[in-house]
C-alpha cells in the first residue's frame, strides 16, 4: 500500500526493506487531539456517549456501573479523540440522530438475545450484554467490528490501529445494515 503522504527526505529516520514489504519511519509532529470528555483531554478510557432531548451526556468508565441501566436502547462508545466534536456533534453527516434511527427501527425487545452475532475478536456468541458494533470504512473497504463491553474497554486490539466509534445496542432494536457508516476521519 502507498501512502498518499508527501515524504521529504528530511524527515526520513530509518528504513527497512524485506522480500514482502519496505519500511519508512519518519520523524514528523502530531496532532494530540483532545478527548471529548469536558475537563480530561488525556481522557482515552472507553467513554459512552448519547444525546437525549437536545443535552449530549458523556458517561466516564469510572462512572458506567452507575449510569449504565440509565443509557438508552442504543448509544455512542469511544476510546479515541474525536477531532472537532463540539463542532461536529449535531451534524448528522459524523454524528448519526440516534433518537431518529431507534424510532424508525424494529419494535423488537430490547434486552432480547442478538441471533448470530459473533465478537470479530474471540468469535463467541454475544448473549445476554450489549452489543458494541462499529461500520467504517478504511482504504474504501467496508468494516465492522463487533465487540463485548469488556473487549472495548480493554481496546489495544487491532481494529484500535483505526479510530472507532461502537453503536451500543442492548438488543437487536435496529437492524445492524440499517445503521450509518461512521466517518472516522
Given at each position: 500500500m502507498l501512502s498518499k503522504d508527501k515524504i521529504s527526505h528530511d524527515?526520513?529516520?530509518?528504513?527497512?526493506?524485506?522480500?514482502e514489504a519496505s519500511f519508512i519511519i519518519i520523524q514528523k509532529s502530531v496532532e494530540v487531539l483532545p478527548s471529548i470528555v469536558p475537563g480530561e483531554p488525556e481522557n482515552r478510557d472507553l467513554v459512552h456517549f448519547y444525546k437525549q432531548r437536545g443535552q449530549?451526556?458523556?458517561i466516564k468508565e469510572e462512572d458506567f456501573i452507575m449510569y449504565q441501566d440509565r443509557l438508552p436502547d442504543i448509544c455512542f462508545a469511544t476510546r479515541h479523540p474525536v477531532k472537532n466534536f463540539d463542532a461536529i456533534k449535531d451534524n448528522p453527516d459524523y454524528i448519526p440522530n440516534l433518537?431518529?434511527?431507534?424510532?424508525h427501527g424494529i419494535k423488537a425487545n430490547k434486552n432480547a438475545p442478538f441471533k448470530d452475532v459473533k465478537t470479530t475478536l474471540s468469535n463467541k456468541v454475544i448473549q445476554g450484554q450489549s452489543l458494541y458494533y462499529a461500520k467504517y470504512i478504511v482504504n474504501g473497504e467496508v468494516k465492522e467490528v463487533y465487540s463485548t463491553l469488556e473487549e472495548a474497554r480493554e481496546g489495544g486490539q487491532v481494529y484500535d490501529m483505526t479510530p472507532i466509534i461502537f453503536y451500543v445496542m442492548r438488543g437487536p432494536i435496529v437492524e445492524l445494515e440499517d445503521l450509518p457508516i461512521l466517518d472516522q476521519t
Open positions: 524527515d526520513v529516520v530509518d528504513f527497512a526493506c524485506s522480500t449530549w451526556n458523556i433518537e431518529e434511527i431507534i424510532s
